[in-house]
């Protein structure tokens, strides 16, 4: 389930044969800072891209394009090993200790309808928030500039044609939902692990504990469910009614809306009290889901069953 990561390897990790890494790149370019003197190499490795500097390299790039030549398919752990491997013997250094500072965690689900349709019934996720700039696109993250962790659903296929990407043509006209966890900086403190070098990402319990992280943070989004179809004979007070037709009304409405109303309290100033902001998008995911007037959504159900099952082979 890995596709692109970060990977930095100190020059003294490599020793003598550091000069000679330039020579096994594709289209090698050197910079040379003519005030300090820093020289610096640029070049490619099968779609990776790697720089060389005084003090070390980095390695940037899709794993399974490097493996592949398709991130269509992400790696599991083995095909992770078989990916570091390669890339140690393409540089002729121990890649396996490189220090990994980014990476990206995620499958892609064969859906049953258009990728879109799920996304509008992903709701808020705790700590961070919602963007759905596009129907296909629906990002979580932080509002800093610095983003150590962001969760992205999209369409798959119109991300690879839209980028010219080579894809199997019996994916053609597939529903492609692609959910993806994005982890950058200081790993070892995000995942609570003494550290994270590109071994560790092939270790069975690390992978493990990836996976749950994985779906544990899917399930904390809050879904939009369906209204039950025969509601109207559980209708017995003017407030049973107000709430069906305030749930009607919301599983109707675009999330990004509601997100759009609750900043547009902010920036009134409405409340003195934060919280209340918090209450008040609280207050309206409570009687959009509330048990005795909705149902789970059918695509919520098939999208949850997917995230839950692509943990059972680990």
Same mark, same amino acid.
């Given at each position: ?24 790149? &594709? ?6 800072? #003519? ?10 490795l099968?779609?990776? $891209?790697v ?23 992400p790696?599991?752990? #083995?095909?992770?090993?078989q ?12 890649? &396996? ?8 965690? =995620?499958?892609? *689900? ?18 961070? %928030? ?20 962001? *969760?992205? *659903? ?11 990407? &080579? ?7 597939? %529903?492609?939902?692609r959910?993806?966890m994005?982890? %950058? ?8 692990v ?18 749950? /992280? ?21 209708? $017995? ?5 107000f709430?069906? *037709? ?5 599983t ?6 509601? =997100? ?5 309290? $902010? ?11 918090? /209450? ?24 949850? %069953? ?9």
């Amino acid at each position: 389930m890995y596709d692109k990561v970060k990977l930095w390897i100190d020059r003294a990790m490599v020793g003598e044969q550091y000069p000679t890494i330039a020579n096994y790149l &594709d289209e090698a370019n050197t910079q040379i800072n #003519h005030k300090t003197g820093e020289v610096k190499t640029f070049g490619n490795l099968e779609g990776l $891209k790697v720089s060389i500097f005084v003090g070390g390299l980095s390695v940037v790039g899709s794993l399974p394009k490097y493996l592949y030549g398709s991130n269509v398919y992400p790696l599991d752990r #083995h095909t992770t090993a078989q990916a570091i491997a390669k890339l140690s013997d393409a540089l002729h250094l121990q890649a &396996d200790k490189a220090n990994v500072t980014g990476l990206e965690f =995620g499958i892609n *689900f064969f859906m049953m309808h258009q990728v879109s349709e799920y996304l509008a019934k992903l709701g808020n996720m705790p700590r961070l %928030n919602r963007y759905h700039f596009e129907p296909s696109t629906l990002y979580y993250k932080g509002t800093g500039r610095q983003q150590p962790k962001v *969760f992205a *659903f999209y369409d798959k296929m119109a991300d690879a044609r839209a980028k010219g990407m &080579d894809y199997p043509e019996d994916l053609e006209g597939a %529903n492609l939902l692609r959910y993806e966890m994005r982890l %950058n900086g200081r790993l070892s403190n995000q995942l609570k692990v003494p550290e994270v070098t590109a071994s560790t990402l092939y270790d069975a319990p690390f992978y493990k504990m990836m996976v749950r /992280r994985y779906q544990d943070s899917y399930f904390s989004i809050t879904k939009l469910n369906q209204i039950k179809t025969n509601i109207m004979s559980e209708i $017995k007070t003017v407030t049973d009614a107000f709430n069906v *037709f305030v749930a009607r009304l919301i599983t109707q409405t675009d999330q990004t809306q509601i =997100g759009g109303f609750l900043d547009e309290l $902010k920036g009134a100033g409405v409340f003195e009290d934060r919280k209340n902001y918090t /209450r008040l998008k609280n207050k309206i995911q409570e009687v959009a889901t509330k048990a005795n007037i909705t149902v789970s959504d059918e695509l919520m159900r098939e999208l949850d %069953n997917e995230v839950r099952n692509c943990g059972a082979y680990v």
